[in-house]
Antibody
Framework: QVQLVQSGAEVKKPGASVKLSCKVSGDTLSELSIHWVRQAPGKGLEWMGGFDPENGEPIYVHKFQDRVIMTKDTFTHTVYMDMSSLTSDDSAVYYC????????????WGQGTLVTVSS | SYVLTQSPSVSVAPGKTALITCGGNNIGRKSVHWYQQKAGQALVLVVYDDNHRPSGVPDRFSGSKSGNTATLTISRVEAGDEADYYCQVWDSDSDYWVFGGGTRLTVL
């Protein structure tokens, strides 16, 4: 059974950066494509980007392209998302989610990481 | 960019049928997936590829499409079905994964 375990809550000041992690167990990263989805308080789900299941390269939503970097460590089965230049609008719960193979739906979800950006 | 439109809320009495809709241009040409988000819990896939259920999801949950609308049907609604439900597609034109705005199901 695949499990995604995310890092703990973060509190950051505006302008700072945050690095979130998502550790995968029960399957290998080569079989999964990990993506990041965020949810602002009281709002819906927003896909931010992820690893293309076709070629393994990261894809970013255009609005995040300049300040989000997604990386993966296959040795530790961990995926990271680094987000810079934080503003209060980035306060949200950030989820990692996994696609299996060439599916285009998310079979598995992490528990979420709350990021609060406040001065 | 591709947009999926959901009604913000649906209310239904226990034992009745809930219909949660998701509208999108040419949605008939896309595979539609549905997720359940209960308060304080992780998201769960309840329907994939329009009308398939992952193992463990009750057969009370079903999906369908007609025209520019996809529908998640929950039969014999239970109190435990109260949650937010999101539809999702992959848009091949943009290579983006797209979510609907979500529908809150309230069990009366």
């Amino acid at each position: 059974q695949v499990q995604l375990v995310q890092s703990g809550a973060e509190v950051k000041k505006p302008g700072a950066s945050v690095k979130l992690s998502c550790k995968v167990s029960g399957d290998t990263l080569s079989e999964l494509s990990i993506h990041w989805v965020r949810q602002a308080p009281g709002k819906g789900l927003e896909w931010m980007g992820g690893f293309d299941p076709e070629n393994g390269e990261p894809i970013y939503v255009h609005k995040f392209q300049d300040r989000v970097i997604m990386t993966k460590d296959t040795f530790t089965h961990t995926v990271y998302m680094d987000m810079s230049s934080l503003t209060s609008d980035d306060s949200a719960v950030y989820y990692c989610a996994a696609l299996q193979g060439r599916n285009d739906y998310f079979d598995y979800w992490g528990q979420g990481t709350l990021v609060t950006v406040s001065s | 960019s591709y947009v999926l439109t959901q009604s913000p809320s649906v209310s239904v009495a226990p034992g009745k049928t809930a219909l949660i809709t998701c509208g999108g241009n040419n949605i008939g040409r896309k595979s539609v997936h549905w997720y359940q988000q209960k308060a304080g819990q992780a998201l769960v896939l309840v329907v994939y590829d329009d009308n398939h259920r992952p193992s463990g999801v009750p057969d009370r949950f079903s999906g369908s499409k007609s025209g520019n609308t996809a529908t998640l049907t929950i039969s014999r609604v239970e109190a435990g079905d109260e949650a937010d439900y999101y539809c999702q597609v992959w848009d091949s034109d943009s290579d983006y994964w797209v979510f609907g705005g979500g529908t809150r199901l309230t069990v009366l």
